[in-house]
């Protein structure tokens, strides 16, 4: 049924989608770029600074976008990223 | 002429004999005919053996009659001139048959409708019109041939588009009679709108309450294939022999899945959802609604993580303990043969947004009808509590405003889409019953309370001080702080200017037709009306059938209807589904191609003409082949064959060339010979006789089942026997009888027209008329405008016709 919607859901705010917390260990990563190029979220992209293996390592953008689908943790081949849900603050 | 080889005398049954019986109609005809001179006539006229008037020929008496001339007198072909044979053909095709002789070779002489009922004050000239009348007749009876109808089996089964509660009542029904039912729906879920309303006028009985039993029903009945998620992709065939192919999308989901909800919950993608009208959200994999049918869920991969078959997120197989998710999951083409389909495809909402002046999709607190119903649901997002989307308070005073994207010629659609009015009835009566103290005020054009309770709704909400205001707000203006709305216009019962503040207005949204109507439409070639529904067979008596044979129409598919009236037409067309199945077969009008295969050159016309599919090219054989079950009877191709290979029964060449040259053997530069085709002009014309509507004499009508039938040739003829003006008139474009015949009668007046100009004729001569069965008016000025024009027609301008159009004399 085309019902244009156009509006924020009344209970968007009460959907609780869990928090991310990313974790990159910088000197571990190789930039090889595959946790950029395949995040479905587009979280990461390449930093400007240079690690210890003279690369590029990646860096968030966005850590709220991130929906710890894991993705990137399968495909490092290095074993240089993970993500981990954020302890709740707050009585969320 | 016709040639002397298409009376062989076997056919009918030795020499030609034709019993001419002219009708008073009490003094219908007798008026302003006079009947007894018309049958004297008659007597002279070649192969009449018998010709006598009578007062009434179609009651018992006048049936008899004839009955007994065709024994006593050996008639081989009846001819009665009295009223239309829209009215009473088949009374005496009955009478020919009952004495034994084919039905085939009786034709009509419509000297009521379209002679003395419309020349009420010239008895001589309509005297002389009947005789004509009665002579195309008797010529055009002399070639008929006897025919037998052909009989089709009809397959047992049935398909219905469509799973609202319109289609939801067909196929229960068909079921509960016994046939095998595929009932097809696009979404994931049957239900359709009324899953989507709260309530149902005028009872209030809880919408979803009455149809989940039913939606139940569907799911677990064994004789229904239910097919969700799935499109109708293409249909061949024709009434009782359908063959149907449905694209099934994947779920990807299997039959596993218990609905218990565990996948949701850790879907981390989520999107407004449609059920809701956009004011919940839904995950990714998700159900449509609680009481969904089939009850499973579904996973909308426009938003879901795993694309491609590259499994990104996992979440959901985790979660599954019956492991029923598989992403491999493809689409599948599913075939099957039916007998009859029923269309209820339903109807789309009016987008208010098109109306910048009401601020839909810019005032948050501006909501239409439909997401006020599932605000008022205790199922919905807000759990049945009215709130308002600015600040999610309930409001204190509400507007409605009526007619938003009906009965506008600016605006949205011309018509009333028949709901409205009584659902804000209704609906303000449900803010009434929870919060007694709201002010609501009905902004409106007229109230409709037409149905059955309707009227004791609306007065009981008048009532409760529901306030009524005729008048539509011209506008409607935000407070920008407070996002409180003003509405201002003109009352127009009282002449003053109104200036009123809400908390919310509800715009009362009317009903269209599916965006995506076309794909059925050219699917089943079917017929829509200038609204954009679908065309019933007639409107009056038949109007829950298609004009193509075995469809049926039920639910707004057809029109804007409440529930109740879609259930009514839902189960009406069932039952005119079932008559089909029961009987088993049907008859097929013998009016259907004659193909000659010497003079075939396989050009392939024939089959770019056939609105029905039903000529084919066999490239192979050089040949086309005829499906008579599938044609519909228009004569397009017969009129688009240039080699004469093909023409139409009961409507030869031969057959209609002897009618053009009756008319035109005398005084031919005086007269109008018009082309009617029998289900619009030809009616139209009919009404015109009527409605009394009078108008000159001169015009001489040939009927034809389509336009289309009209080959230039005849036209041709027509001007070469030195007919002053020439009338083409069909169904308007769009609303042919045919679905499209009626372009190709465009096509080739327009070649005619060109032809005539090229050879330095007046190309008014030739009139091309669009007139429906409503328009007897219409039909009407035109007749006094081509008698205009038939007076001022020189000598010369009619020789000069008849020599470029005598080639056209040779061969019929």
Redesign the interface.
């Known amino acids: 049924?085309?019902?244009?919607?156009?509006?924020t859901?009344?209970?968007?705010e009460k959907?609780k989608?869990?928090k991310a917390e990313i974790h990159i260990i910088k000197d571990q990563c190789k930039g090889c770029g595959f946790c950029i190029q395949?995040c479905?979220?587009k979280v990461l992209e390449e930093s400007e600074e240079i690690n210890v293996r003279g690369v590029h390592p990646p860096k968030i953008v966005d850590e709220d976008k991130c929906?710890?689908?894991?993705?990137c943790t399968a495909v490092c081949p290095d074993f240089a990223i993970f993500v981990i849900e954020k302890p709740c603050k707050d009585g969320c | 002429m016709a040639e002397k080889k298409d009376l062989d005398p076997n056919e009918g049954g030795g020499e030609i004999r034709i019993g001419v019986y002219v009708c008073h109609c009490g003094l219908n005809i007798a008026g302003s005919v006079d009947c007894e001179e018309v049958a004297r006539f008659a007597a002279t006229l070649p192969h009449v053996v018998l010709a006598q008037d009578n007062r009434y020929t179609c009651s018992d008496q006048g049936q008899e009659l004839i009955k007994k001339d065709i024994k006593e007198h050996n008639l081989n072909r009846v001819v009665v001139a009295s009223c239309s044979p829209r009215l009473h053909e088949p009374t005496f095709r009955k009478t020919c048959e009952d004495a034994e002789l084919n039905k085939y070779l009786f034709e009509m002489a419509n000297i009521r409708e379209q002679c003395s009922w419309v020349h009420l004050h010239d008895r001589k000239a309509a005297t002389e019109k009947a005789k004509d009348l009665v002579k195309m007749a008797v010529a055009k009876v002399a070639l008929l041939h006897p025919a037998e109808e052909i009989e089709v089996p009809i397959t047992r089964k049935a398909l219905v588009i469509g799973g609202g509660v319109a289609g939801i009542q067909a196929a229960l029904d068909l079921a509960d009679t016994g046939y095998t039912v595929y009932l097809v729906e696009k979404e994931p879920s049957i239900g359709g709108m009324m899953a989507r309303i709260d309530k149902t006028f005028p009872t209030m009985d809880c919408s979803i309450c009455i149809l989940a039993p039913k939606m139940s029903d569907v799911g677990h009945h064994p004789n229904i294939e239910l097919l969700a998620n799935s499109q109708v992709a293409d249909v061949k065939g024709y009434i009782g022999n359908f063959h149907v192919k449905v694209l099934k999308k994947p779920l990807y989901i299997k039959k596993d899945c218990s609905a218990c909800g565990d996948c949701s919950k850790v879907c981390p993608v989520i999107a407004p959802n449609e059920f809701d009208a956009g004011l919940a959200i839904r995950h990714a994999i998700y159900t449509p609604f609680a009481q969904a049918v089939p009850s499973t869920y579904i996973i909308d991969m426009n938003i879901c993580l795993n694309k491609d078959g590259v499994i990104v997120c996992d979440k959901c197989i985790k979660a599954c303990e019956r492991q029923a998710i598989d992403f491999e999951m493809k689409s599948e083409t599913i075939e099957f043969d039916v007998g009859t389909i029923i269309v209820a495809t339903g109807a789309d909402v009016f987008d208010p947004s098109a109306l910048p002046n009401y601020g839909y999709g810019k005032y948050l607190n501006v909501i239409t009808s439909l997401e006020f119903e599932r605000l008022i649901n205790a199922g919905g997002p807000s759990g049945g509590h009215l709130i308002r989307p600015s600040d999610m308070q309930i409001p204190k005073q509400v507007a409605f405003v009526q007619c938003v994207g009906s009965r506008s010629d600016k605006n949205g659609r011309l018509y009333c889409s028949n709901v409205c009015c009584m659902n804000t009835i209704k609906d303000s009566l449900l803010i009434k019953e929870h919060w007694p103290e709201t002010e609501i005020y009905v902004f409106y054009v007229d109230i409709r309370a037409y149905g059955k309770g309707f009227e004791d709704l609306y007065t009981r909400a008048r009532k409760e001080g529901i306030l009524f205001i005729r008048g539509l707000p011209a506008e409607i203006i935000e407070d920008r702080k407070t996002h409180n709305l003003w509405l201002i216009g003109e009352n127009t019962l009282q002449k003053e200017l109104y200036k009123i503040n809400v908390d919310m207005a509800i715009l009362s949204i009317g009903l269209e037709p599916r965006k995506d109507s076309e794909i059925i439409q050219r699917l089943l070639t079917l017929s829509r009306t200038q609204d954009g529904f679908f065309m019933e067979a007639h409107p009056k008596l038949r109007p829950v059938d298609a004009a193509t044979g075995g469809i049926f129409f039920a639910g707004c598919a057809e029109a804007p209807k409440d529930i109740k009236d879609s259930v009514t037409q839902a189960s009406a067309a069932a039952a005119r589904a079932g008559i089909l199945m029961a009987k088993g077969k049907v008859t097929v009008e013998a009016i259907t191609p004659i193909f000659d295969a010497e003079k075939c050159k396989a050009c392939g016309l024939c089959t770019k003409v056939c609105p029905y599919n039903a000529i084919t090219l066999n490239k192979e054989l050089k040949q086309i082949e005829v499906i008579e079950a599938a044609c519909g009877g228009c004569g397009t191709c017969a009129a688009e064959c240039p080699f004469g290979a093909l023409t139409q029964n009961h409507f030869t060449d031969e057959q209609i060339i002897a009618q053009i040259d009756a008319v035109t053997e005398h005084d031919a530069d005086k007269k109008i010979v018009a082309f009617c085709c029998n289900w619009c002009a030809y009616a139209g014309a009919d009404f015109a006789g009527v409605s009394r509507m009078q108008y000159p004499p001169s015009v001489r009508i040939i009927r034809t089942m389509c336009s289309g039938r009209v080959a230039p040739k005849f036209v041709e003829r027509a001007f070469a026997r030195g007919a002053a003006t020439v009338l083409v008139a069909g169904c308007h474009p769009g609303d042919c009888h045919y679905i499209n015949a009626n372009y190709q009668t465009q096509k080739r007046v327009e070649r005619l027209w060109k032809k005539m100009e090229q050879q330095g004729l007046n190309k008014e001569r030739l009139q091309l008329l669009w007139a429906s069965a409503a328009e007897g008016e219409r039909f009407a000025s035109k007749i006094h405008e081509m008698q205009a024009l038939v007076e001022k027609v020189t000598r010369e301008e009619i020789e000069n016709a008849k020599k470029v159009f005598e080639k056209g004399l040779g061969g019929s």
């Not at chain 1, 049924?1 to 509006?7: E, F, I, K, Q, Y």
């Not at chain 1, 929906?67 to 993705?71: A, D, H, P, Q, T």
């Open positions: 049924m085309p019902v244009r919607l156009w509006r859901p009344l209970d968007s959907v989608l869990p395949f479905p979220k929906i710890i689908c894991g993705f």
